[in-house]
């Protein structure tokens, strides 16, 4: 059975993304477009346009051609979005890198996307350099006014405006973004993004009614993720909604961000939502002005919902997509009569979805469980430079294979109940098991390791690794061993020895056993 879109398709235009987004922009004039929540700098919709003009010049003095990559390192903050359309306008590619990174984990991914350019912030700029040292970067640009070290973005926009160049971009075959994800497994592969799956997935994600002109949103959900990118970002600007960046979440910071500026429209995940109904600093604040929570990331359940919308007093939505589908595919119904708590929505217009049977492939009908699979323009052109990979997630038909394990209720609304796919999400960011073994393997105590993921209330999932010692190593020395080479939120949260790793003849770790043997302590 393939459910379709409660909607009318839609026509989608065949426009690279920047102009189209700068064509709306325009229409807002001194209306605030992005602003940053702590400090109060702002750009409005004007200036957000010109000042993507003119950087765009200056990328373009500096060398910056159709179809090279820039990496932007940095926490959110209003010009990353400057940054990001004035390399697109350019036909450039931005490719995102988590902030709180390490040099070991930024260095692997310039190297594999070919970046030429870097884009970071003062605080990151050393760790940046270091990464960078050893790849093809040719310059690093900085957002801040200190020459110093590498050359400001903010002296890029005094270039002039009119002088740069028209490239010829093919929408349906040209990136704009190239997004880092495990996908359905293994170590982060490059997800090529065209302007024409942003743009596509900008309007579908609009006729659901996300969010309006008039919406004030508040963004803590980071930029190098599809979700804080499109989702929120682009959507935002589209619109011509006011978006509050914040470097990163705080619960008394976004209380008073609410409160402070008005908020409307809050897109968060569900640790968050969480948090939202059980700690006592909420009440210390007046959230009237709160209309809509929308949660993503990670399925949010329907008692969780509840308690939430009882205790805010506002409504909540959800939607479900994945890097790979720029990033959504599904969106609770706008009309609240329509809507489901705990569902993950319907289908945004243009999108198809049909539930295969884990085992044997065969298509499935209403309630009946089994692996989601989406078609729809916004799916992406595939994983840079591993066609295998590729052709593993989206079939001949073009039918991407999520990994995760749903069903559809009669009137179309789906939920998430499982993932086939072994990763692990901690507060709504994959973590790979196989990326956070490979690092436990080169500690010289450790001869075998696995990771799963197991269960909590406050972070979804934690990364939980089961080690066989060749050496005496304590479960502390080695936590703080990953937690020296991995971001945050991929340290090992928990450890347990044992004496051997199920494996598959092959030689393949059966995580399965692993999690089911946590399951049944």
């Known amino acids: 059975m393939i459910f379709r879109s409660q909607l009318e398709d839609l026509k989608i235009p065949e426009v690279p993304l920047t102009p189209f987004i700068l064509e709306r922009a325009e229409r807002f004039g001194e209306k605030l477009a992005l602003v940053d929540a702590q400090t109060g700098r702002a750009i409005t919709y004007a200036q957000f346009a010109r000042d993507v003009r003119r950087a765009a010049a200056g990328l373009a003095r500096r060398g910056l051609r159709a179809r090279d990559v820039l990496a932007i390192y940095s926490p959110n903050l209003p010009e990353y979005a400057v940054a990001f359309h004035a390399v697109s306008l350019l036909g450039g590619i931005v490719t995102t890198v988590n902030p709180l990174y390490t040099v ?34 040719r310059e690093i640009f900085v957002f801040d006014e200190d020459e110093k070290t590498a050359a ?24 704009v973004a190239l997004l880092y994800s495990s996908g359905t497994t293994g170590l982060p592969k490059g997800v090529m993004l065209t302007h024409y799956n942003i743009v596509a997935n900008i309007l579908q994600s609009g006729a659901m009614r996300i969010i309006g002109t008039e919406d004030t949103q508040v963004c803590f959900l980071p930029f190098f993720h599809c979700y804080g990118l499109n989702a929120i970002m682009n959507l935002g600007l589209y619109v011509g909604a006011t978006t509050l960046t914040m470097a990163r979440f705080d619960m008394e910071q976004f209380l008073k961000t609410v409160c402070d500026y008005k908020v409307t429209h809050a897109p968060l995940v569900p640790p968050i939502v969480l948090a939202l109904t059980k700690q006592q600093v909420v009440d210390d604040y007046d959230l009237s ?15 969780v919902s509840r308690a939430c919308v009882e205790r805010i ?7 479900y997509g994945m890097t790979e589908t ?6 609770t119904p706008f009309e609240d009569e329509k809507a489901k708590l705990g569902s993950v929505g319907v289908c945004v217009p243009n999108t198809e979805c049909k539930i295969v ?18 078609r729809g323009p916004q799916v992406m052109k595939g994983y840079l430079n591993r066609p295998e ?18 069903y559809a209720d009669t009137e179309g609304n789906f939920f998430i109940v499982d993932r086939v796919k072994e990763l692990i999400k901690y507060k709504g960011f994959q973590v790979a098991p196989a ?3 490979a690092v436990l393997l080169t500690h010289h105590a450790i001869s075998e390791a696995a990771v799963i993921p197991k269960p909590d209330e406050e972070a979804g999932e934690v990364p939980k690794a089961f080690i066989v010692l060749r050496s005496p190593a304590t479960a502390e020395e080695i936590s703080a061993f990953v937690a020296e080479r991995v971001a945050p939120h991929k340290r090992i949260r928990e450890i347990e020895f044992i004496e051997t790793i199920p494996k598959t003849q092959s030689g393949k770790i059966l995580r399965r056993v692993l999690v089911q043997r946590e399951r049944g302590n």
Do not use: M
Request: hydrophobic share 35%; glycine share 8%.
């Open 104 to 137: 070991e984990e930024v260095a692997p991914q310039l190297k594999d996307s070919e970046a030429k350019y870097l884009l970071t912030s003062p605080q990151l700029f050393n760790r940046a350099a270091a990464a960078a040292s050893e790849t093809e970067v």
């Open 152 to 175: 400001s973005f903010s002296s890029l926009l005094e270039s002039d405006a009119t002088d740069i160049p028209a490239p010829e971009i093919d929408v349906h075959e040209d990136l």
């Open 289 to 303: 002005c709160l209309k809509t929570i929308f949660s993503g990331a990670a399925p949010l359940g329907a008692d």
């Open 313 to 319: 007093a506002c409504r909540i939505r959800q939607g």
């Open 326 to 331: 720029s990033p959504v595919v599904t969106v």
């Open 357 to 374: 049977d884990t085992e044997t492939g065969r298509e499935l009908g209403c309630d009946e469980k089994g692996e989601l699979c989406f």
């Open 389 to 406: 990979a590729t052709s593993s997630t989206i079939d001949s038909d073009g039918w991407l294979h999520t990994g995760d394990v749903g």
């Open 435 to 437: 990326e956070l073994e």
